[in-house]
């Protein structure tokens, strides 16, 4: 059973960047698609981005496009997402997910709620 452990989640000014990291402890993360998505008190899940086995196929939700980036190492089975003019809105517990079968399948099951997730690392924008 693969599992998931994010970090680098923390407390910012709007403005301000902070980059996460996601580490797979399986032998498919070198062929499975990664992504990210976020969930604020009291709302539902927000796709965030995802990215294919290669480091291609990049998707981008429009509210982070040009300000998040997303990438990962296969070499040491860690996905990354970088965060740049960080703003209020972007506050949420982010969680990283993962599916062997591509990034349009980890898209729908993001959307859904399935899949597999790490604990959720907690970022914090303050005005």
């Known amino acids: 059973q693969v599992q998931l452990f994010e970090s680098g989640g923390g407390s910012v000014q709007t403005g301000g960047s902070l980059k996460l990291s996601c580490r797979h402890s399986g032998r498919s993360f070198s062929y499975s698609a990664m992504g990210w998505f976020r969930q604020a008190p009291g709302k539902g899940r927000q796709f965030v981005a995802t990215?294919?086995?290669?480091?291609?196929?990049?998707v981008y939700a429009d509210s982070v496009k040009g300000r998040f980036n997303i990438s990962r190492d296969n070499s040491i089975n860690t996905a990354f997402l970088e965060m740049n003019d960080l703003k209020p809105e972007d506050t949420a517990v982010y969680y990283c997910t993962t599916d062997s079968r591509g990034t349009d399948a980890l898209r729908v099951a993001i959307m859904r709620g399935d899949g597999i997730w790490g604990q959720g690392t907690q970022v914090t924008v303050s005005s």
């Open positions: 990215i294919g086995w290669n480091g291609g196929e990049r």
